[in-house]
């Protein structure tokens, strides 16, 4: 976690600084760094070049292809006539790209090697696999969903700082760092990062097409879909379905501890229930619990270092030092 306590460092520095942190850019290198280390298995920093240009590398790559089906919103509809309408060439964001494949290549080892060797994919495939989960899934997921988790506990005026504060603590031992099993147990901090993730699911829509016939059923209703239809999904709509969540319009932290676990088979963020499991036939996020774990780790070790933070959105404007 020594990334998230640099993230942390440049926020308390901006802020003794200027009186607040706007934190994105400082983000984007956490996020960047946190997540090469852990799905890359090699640290940016050995080159440092790299470690400065790939956040915002990664950020063109993606906005390059999403903004064809990214609504802004903004001049329709000519929007969709020069914004929508063609695919954004790759020449755009090659030559930094190529940098990035070559630090995967020459750093990546294990993951490259179990890429090609277990799954048979040729090296540069399994590299473009990577920068792919990387850069559009990994890093494109918590640039939404972090900011969103910080935003709610930062606004909180219920008293559920002093409370996450009060878990992590008991359950934590100062003396070593906090891991992926000691949080295991943090209920209500487990509990909070679910409710985010329900309260503004992080990707809104899912697309998908019928493979078979089948009957689609709600709670009053039966849907004959044929093979071949077009489905979509909306979750915010699916998370705020008042014959399964209680006051569905109210964030509530300890909604998911308890009994209430039993609603986890309710929690749709990720392409399928929280308690289902990826696999090739179901699409469902293959971060799914490792977005979860990490996000309650970065979440328990704020709570560790600080008594409280406050801030609003995208804005951190004071912390209090745990005593
Ligand atoms: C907060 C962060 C994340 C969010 C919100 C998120 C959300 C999602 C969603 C909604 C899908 C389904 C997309 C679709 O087919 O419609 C998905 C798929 C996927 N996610 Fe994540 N994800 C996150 C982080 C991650 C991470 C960290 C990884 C990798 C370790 C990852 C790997 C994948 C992969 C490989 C798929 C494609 C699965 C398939 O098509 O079979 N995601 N994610």
């Not at 409370?163 to 760092?177: A, H, M, N, Q």
Request: hydrophobic share 40%; proline share 6%; with cysteine.
């Amino acid at each position: 976690m020594l990334t998230l306590h640099k993230f942390l460092d440049a926020i308390e520095s901006d802020i003794a600084k200027g009186g607040s942190s706007s934190y994105s850019p400082h983000l984007q290198n956490f996020i960047f760094n946190f997540l090469t280390r852990s799905l890359v298995g090699a640290d940016p920093a050995i080159d440092p070049e790299l470690a400065k240009s790939a956040p915002s590398t990664l950020n063109t790559w993606l906005a390059l292809q999403v903004l064809p089906v990214m609504p802004l919103l903004i001049f329709q509809p000519l929007e969709e006539v020069f914004l929508h309408s063609y695919a954004y060439p790759f020449a755009f964001i090659k030559r930094d790209y190529q940098k990035l494949y070559n630090f995967i290549e020459q750093h990546g080892g294990e993951v490259v090697r179990r890429g090609a060797e277990e799954f048979g994919l040729p090296l540069p495939e399994a590299i473009h696999n990577l920068i792919f989960v990387l850069g559009f899934n990994a890093i494109g997921g918590f640039s939404v969903f972090f900011p969103s988790l910080l935003n709610t506990v930062a606004t909180d005026k219920t008293g559920l700082q002093a409370r996450l504060r009060e878990e992590v603590r008991k359950l934590s031992d100062p003396s070593t760092s906090l891991s992926f099993d000691s949080v295991k147990d943090m209920e209500l901090v487990n509990s909070v990062v679910y409710e985010a993730l329900r309260f503004n699911p992080p990707v809104t829509l899912q697309y998908a097409r019928a493979r078979k016939d089948f009957e689609l059923t709600s709670h009053d209703s039966v849907f004959d879909v044929k093979k071949g239809e077009l489905l979509c999904g909306y979750q915010p709509l699916a998370m705020k379905d008042d014959n399964i969540f209680d006051e569905p319009e109210s964030f509530k932290p300890d909604r998911f501890v308890g009994k209430g676990k039993e609603l986890l088979s309710y929690l749709f963020w990720s392409n399928g229930p929280q308690t289902g499991s990826p696999s090739e036939s179901n699409k469902q996020c293959a971060g799914k619990d490792y977005v979860t774990r990490s996000a309650s780790l970065i979440l328990a070790n704020v709570f560790q270092r600080y008594d409280s933070i406050s801030g609003g959105a995208g804005k951190i404007t004071a912390v209090g030092k745990a005593k």
